[in-house]
């Protein structure tokens, strides 16, 4: 049981290329979720599922796609990579509907963005 | 917006110590907390959970305490080790329709001393 996922691990991009970061778990958990961490600011919820084909906004969605085509797997898309959205990136699951439980999170990746 | 904070960045303390983590939050709809542990270099991990109808619930070796009419959390950490030295979050899921979005607060280094 690996847990959650993510690859790669670092990722440095230029201004304006595109990339996915990936994320998969294998608790058949039915949400997920992206976050990203940046000094001073806490975790800051990108976007998140509810289950397959159900994806939404979160708090700083702009500039990141994400598709939920099966349980497992939940990648992120930056269409074309600016320097501010230089941070880390953690993926995070919960089993079950209800809100009340933890997330599970990734060890996250590192994207440097010049 | 509402937001989740944390009274003191930092908190340094000796080995066996008890160190007490402290977080205070504005959202009085908040239903469900989470104090999480982050190691350099890998995404948060749960260390405990508490429910809005508790004030109080332990684990091995923590505490965590809720005071709703003070909106505060706090995680304490019995006989502190340096195993413990990590930044320490808690988050907040705001309940109703914020189904699934933890606000995360900026977190708390706590570093123990041999």
């Known amino acids: 049981n690996a847990g959650v996922t993510q690859t790669p691990k670092f990722q440095v991009l230029k201004t304006g290329q595109s990339m996915t970061l990936q994320c998969a778990q294998d608790m058949n958990h039915e949400y997920m979720s992206w976050y990203r961490q940046d000094p001073g600011m806490g975790l800051r919820l990108i976007h998140y599922?509810?289950?397959?084909?159900?994806?939404d906004q979160g708090e700083v969605p702009n500039g990141y796609n994400v598709s939920r085509s099966t349980t497992e797997d939940f990648p992120l898309r930056l269409l074309s990579a600016a320097p501010s959205q230089t941070s880390v990136y953690f993926c995070?699951?919960?089993?079950?509907?209800?809100?009340?439980?933890?997330?599970?999170f990734g060890n996250g990746t590192r994207l440097t963005v010049t | 917006g509402e937001s989740v904070g944390l009274h003191l960045p930092t908190l340094s303390v000796q080995e066996g110590d008890n160190s007490i983590i402290n977080c205070a939050y504005s959202?009085?709809?908040?239903?469900?907390f989470i104090w999480y542990k982050q190691e350099s270099g890998k995404g948060p991990q749960f260390i405990i959970d508490i429910r809005s109808n508790m004030d109080k619930r332990q684990g091995q070796r923590v505490t965590v305490l809720l005071n709703k009419t003070v909106k505060h959390l706090s995680l304490q950490i019995a006989a502190t080790q340096p195993g413990d030295s990590a930044v320490y979050f808690c988050a907040e899921n705001a309940g109703g329709t914020s189904y699934g979005k933890l606000t995360f607060g900026q977190g708390t280094i706590l570093t123990v001393h041999p």
């Open positions: 995070a699951s919960r089993g079950g509907t209800a809100p009340n439980s933890p997330l599970h």
């Open positions: 959202n009085s709809a908040s239903d469900y």
């Open positions: 599922s509810v289950g397959a084909g159900i994806t």
